[in-house]
């Protein structure tokens, strides 16, 4: 079956490093999105992509950035891990003229 | 400014209850869907109603949507243990891409 896959579920790292979170769905969905959960404020969007080599900010996009060199895969990377970036980060993915996203299971970030 | 805006509510009810939450945003949409997050896994879709649509049903679940109040209410009837889960509401501006802009959910339990 097709689904959307998340890595790690769980990671811990320090202030300043830099962190991958990777995002994998095997739907060959053009549409691919990182949203971090956080209490209080529900989902809020990182960035998001449209197809291949195309990426765009969302609301959150600071210290956040995203590639796509493929349809499969959007990686979200921090580049400097801050204690503001602990959360749950989950990806999503749509098809095109899609009604409804498929989420992955989430990466649970701790920042130290 | 966050679209899909549920009242904050923890709804405790019993099984065989019905369930309403309700959600508001503020600016025009194309259409508005709700997902279910069981604790500690990702956001499933529930149901999509469309902006030129005043209500909705699919199995146990009924959704409507009002334009003129932009709100939308999700009810639940004959509510079951597995209900319990945190429900959000988001909105989609444009047909098709699915960036979505979610609420920050309710927060449901069914007492068995």
């Known amino acids: 079956d097709a689904e959307i896959t998340q890595s790690p579920r769980h990671k811990i790292t320090e202030t300043g490093r830099q962190v991958t979170l990777a995002c994998h769905q095997t739907?060959?969905?053009?549409?691919m999105f990182w949203y971090r959960q956080d209490l209080g404020h529900g989902l809020r969007l990182i960035h998001y992509?449209?197809?291949?080599?195309?990426?765009n900010k969302g609301e959150v996009s600071d210290g956040y950035s995203v590639s796509r060199s493929n349809t499969e895969d959007l990686p979200l990377t921090l580049e400097s891990a801050a204690s503001s970036q602990t959360s749950v980060y989950f990806c999503?993915?749509?098809?095109?003229?899609?009604?409804?996203?498929?989420f992955g299971q989430g990466t649970r970030l701790t920042v130290v | 400014s966050q679209q899909g805006e549920e009242d904050p509510q923890a709804l405790s009810i019993q099984e065989g209850e019905n369930a309403t939450m309700n959600c508001s945003y503020k600016?025009?949409?194309?259409?508005l869907q709700w997902y279910r997050q069981n604790s500690g896994r990702g956001l499933v879709h529930l149901i999509l109603?469309?902006?030129?649509?005043r209500e909705k049903h699919s199995g146990r679940l009924r959704v409507t949507l009002d334009t003129s109040k932009k709100s939308s209410s999700l009810l639940i009837t004959a509510s079951r243990a597995a209900d319990t889960a945190s429900y959000f509401c988001?909105?989609?501006?444009?047909?098709?891409?699915?960036?979505?802009?979610f609420g920050k959910g309710n927060q449901v339990v069914v007492i068995p």
């Open positions: 999503a993915s749509s098809p095109p003229g899609g009604t409804e996203a498929f």
């Open positions: 739907w060959n969905h053009n549409n």
């Open positions: 992509s449209y197809g291949v080599q195309d990426t």
């Open positions: 600016t025009s949409i194309n259409n």
């Open positions: 109603i469309r902006s030129n649509e």
């Open positions: 988001a909105t989609a501006k444009t047909y098709g891409n699915n960036r979505l802009a």
